[in-house]
């Protein structure tokens, strides 16, 4: 247990929430979920099968059949992988299918490289397992992008997965197509398999989307990590899938018999209407993030001490804070108690992401604005008077 990390987005809810008890009033950028409520068509699709289909006992372990289809022809639709019912495993969020790649395929000493700052479990559970998590540092300078001259240095004769999340939590940035297809001639070249967080794939605002499993020689080679909380505002479903090499299904199908022996039957119901039903919602809520993002950037940006670049995807802006001359936890702090807006600090992610706060952008325009305001006056304050407020104020 001591190996295990965790998601400090809910530990700073929580301290949020504590604020919230003695009557302050908090804004929440803290937390990566969409604030719109999931479309009507998808609930009711799972309340039908819930109440009328009897849609409340066990399933295959894998997922139902008609949730399965209806990925794989999603998956071809939307990123050009073409595969096979047998080769989806459905999970309750998309977590597992992080853990039990892990789990497949890390021995004790294996090396896995991935993003930092990146999603905390990838590091967390590479460590838990008895591997060794190795950092690939994103920077400012390169967009915060890979660099794969220096992942390709990373790499050893103890590497046996690498990690990749495009478009990018926490700092919004993408992959391109030259950066994916140089990685795979990696993968190829040193026999890896590849796990690609695509969590944020239908979020992507720029540049041409490519799935890494579509190139030559990748397909037996990537996990493909994809799932519903993102793209349909269903965070509370707690539904993921990962599309699997061939090789590796029947291990994930016995991790998710060893573990959760199915996911949730009328929620899977609900699943298989978000990807055949109307696209309308999630297209509105797309549109939406774009022009939150757009103001979040600008108002930082307006920000004297702070400078953020325009993210590409997924729903996080990514300030640079270093100007103020403070850690990032400790800006992140400041601006939860004296301002009231929480947000997470860069090392919540990683080292690398010292010098850094995340800002997700999925709340009102209203709030976002009053956050900016905040967030602009509590820094003025900071630099005025270098005095830092904290949990004691």
């Not at 050893?156 to 795979?184: F, Q």
């Not at 505002?233 to 199908?253: D, H, I, K, Q």
């Not at 696209?279 to 600008?298: G, K, P």
Request: some cysteine.
């Amino acid at each position: 247990m001591e190996r295990m990390g965790t998601e400090t987005a809910f530990e700073a809810a929580a301290r949020a929430r504590a604020l919230e008890a003695t009557g302050r009033e908090v804004i929440h950028l803290e937390i990566g979920e969409p604030d719109f409520d999931t479309p009507r068509n998808v609930s009711e699709a799972a309340a039908r099968a819930l109440l009328d289909d009897g849609a409340t006992h066990y399933t295959a372990a894998t997922g139902i059949q008609p949730l399965r289809d209806a990925i794989v022809a999603d998956v071809r639709r939307w990123k050009g992988i073409t595969t096979t019912p047998e080769q989806v495993v459905v999970t309750p969020g998309a977590k597992p299918i992080m853990f039990y790649a892990m789990l497949a395929l890390i021995s004790d000493g294996d090396e896995v490289i991935y993003p930092n700052p990146g999603f905390p479990i990838y590091e967390s559970m590479a460590r838990y397992v008895g591997g060794t998590p190795v950092a690939a540092p994103l920077r400012e300078a390169n967009d915060f992008r890979m660099d794969v001259d220096e992942v390709a240095g990373l790499i050893t004769d103890r590497t046996k997965l690498i990690v990749i999340n495009s478009p990018h939590n926490p700092t919004g940035s993408i992959l391109t197509g030259s950066d994916i297809r140089r990685l795979a001639e990696l993968a190829v070249e040193h026999d890896l398999v590849v796990l690609a967080d695509e969590i944020y794939g239908r979020l992507q605002y720029s540049g041409e989307p490519l799935s890494i499993a579509t190139l030559p020689g990748m397909a037996e080679r990537t996990i493909t990590l994809d799932g519903f909380s993102k793209t349909f505002a269903m965070t509370g479903w707690r539904l993921g899938y990962g599309v699997v090499p061939e090789w590796l299904a029947p291990a994930f199908s016995r991790l998710v018999i060893n573990s959760v022996s199915c996911t949730n039957a009328f929620a899977q119901a609900g699943a298989v209407e978000a990807l055949t039903g109307p696209q309308d919602d999630a297209q509105a809520m797309r549109e939406e993030f774009i022009a939150r993002r757009q103001l979040m950037v600008d108002g930082l940006n307006a920000i004297p001490g702070v400078s953020c670049v325009m993210p590409h995807g997924a729903f996080y802006t990514f300030p640079n804070m270093t100007s103020f001359g403070r850690t990032s936890a400790e800006v992140a702090d400041h601006l939860l108690y004296d301002a009231g807006v929480c947000g997470l600090a860069g090392t919540s992610f990683g080292r690398h992401g010292e010098g850094y706060l995340r800002f997700s952008y999925a709340n009102s325009r209203s709030n976002l604005s009053l956050a900016l305001e905040r967030v602009a006056e509590s820094l003025a304050k900071l630099e005025r008077t270098g005095e830092l407020v904290g949990a004691a104020h």
